[in-house]
C-alpha cells in the first residue's frame, strides 16, 4: 500500500484567488488521481495526472480551471483557478494499488467566501 | 458521473445488529471495490471483488457480486460505533487504474 499526505488539509479562500493543493507519495507511482467531493456527494474524478506528460481530463472539468503539474514521481500538484463559492470541496489524490485499488491522501478541505 | 447508485442513502442501527448496503452499476466491469470514509476525510479500501468472484469474506465484511444483475451488496456483522462512516462503492471497468464511485451510504451505528 502507499502513503500519501496532502498540503494543506484545510483552507479558507477568497473568491478569484487561487490555491494549490499538493499530494506526496511515499513511493514512486505512474498514475496519480485527483478528485472532487463537494459536501454530502460522492466522489468525481477531475483528472488523471501522468508523469511526464499532460493530465487527461474527465467532462466537465477543463485545464484553465484545474491546472496540474507532476514534476515527477512521487508528486502532483492541483491548483482551484479563479475560486467560487461552488469550489468548496474536499478535494483528494489517490494512486492506484496492484490490484487498481486506490490510496487516498487525507483530502483537503477548501471553503471559498 | 456515478457509475451507479447505493441504497439505502442512509441507515441507522443498533450497535450490534449487522448491517447491508447494495451498489448497483450501469456497464461491465473488471472489479468493484467498497471503500469506507470517516468524517469527510480520505477513503480507506475494504476489499476488491473481481468479476470472475461471486463472494469474497474480510473479518466482519462480507461482499457479494451478481454480474447478471450489475449489483453487489456489503454486509457488516455484529456492527460497532466505530463503523460509523459512509460507505462507498467503486467500480473499475478499464485496462488501467481508473475508478468510478457510488453515490455512498451513510451508516450510523448507535452505542
Known amino acids: 500500500s502507499a502513503v500519501i499526505s496532502q498540503k494543506p488539509s484545510r483552507d479558507i479562500c477568497q473568491r478569484g484567488t487561487s490555491l494549490t493543493i499538493q499530494c506526496q507519495v511515499d513511493?514512486?507511482?505512474?498514475?496519480m488521481f485527483w478528485y472532487r467531493q463537494q459536501p454530502g456527494q460522492s466522489l468525481t474524478l477531475i483528472a488523471t495526472?501522468?508523469?511526464?506528460?499532460?493530465?487527461?481530463?474527465e467532462s466537465g472539468f477543463v485545464i484553465d480551471k484545474f491546472p496540474i503539474s507532476r514534476p515527477n514521481l512521487t508528486f502532483s500538484t492541483l491548483t482551484v483557478s479563479n475560486m467560487s463559492p461552488e469550489d468548496s470541496s474536499i478535494y483528494l489524490c489517490?494512486?492506484?494499488?496492484?490490484?487498481?485499488?486506490?490510496?487516498f491522501g487525507p483530502g483537503t478541505r477548501l471553503t471559498v467566501l | 458521473s456515478q457509475q451507479g447508485e447505493e441504497d439505502p442513502q442512509a441507515l441507522s442501527i443498533q450497535e450490534g445488529e449487522n448491517a447491508t448496503m447494495n451498489c448497483s452499476y450501469k456497464?461491465?466491469?473488471?472489479?468493484l471495490q467498497w471503500y469506507r470514509q470517516n468524517s469527510g476525510r480520505g477513503l480507506v479500501h475494504l476489499i476488491l471483488?473481481?468479476?470472475?468472484?461471486r463472494e469474497k469474506h474480510s473479518g466482519r465484511l462480507r461482499v457479494t457480486l451478481d454480474t447478471s444483475k450489475k449489483s453487489s451488496s456489503l454486509l457488516i456483522t455484529a456492527s460497532r460505533a466505530a463503523d460509523t462512516a459512509s460507505y462507498f462503492c467503486?467500480?473499475?471497468?478499464?485496462?488501467?487504474?481508473?475508478?468510478?464511485f457510488g453515490t455512498g451510504t451513510k451508516l450510523q451505528v448507535i452505542p
Open positions: 489517490s494512486v492506484g494499488g496492484a490490484v487498481n485499488e486506490q490510496f
Open positions: 513511493s514512486q507511482v505512474t498514475m
Open positions: 495526472a501522468n508523469q511526464g506528460s499532460e493530465a487527461t481530463y
Open positions: 456497464t461491465s466491469i473488471n472489479n
Open positions: 471483488i473481481r468479476s470472475n468472484e
Open positions: 467503486a467500480t473499475n471497468s478499464g485496462g488501467y487504474q481508473k475508478v468510478t
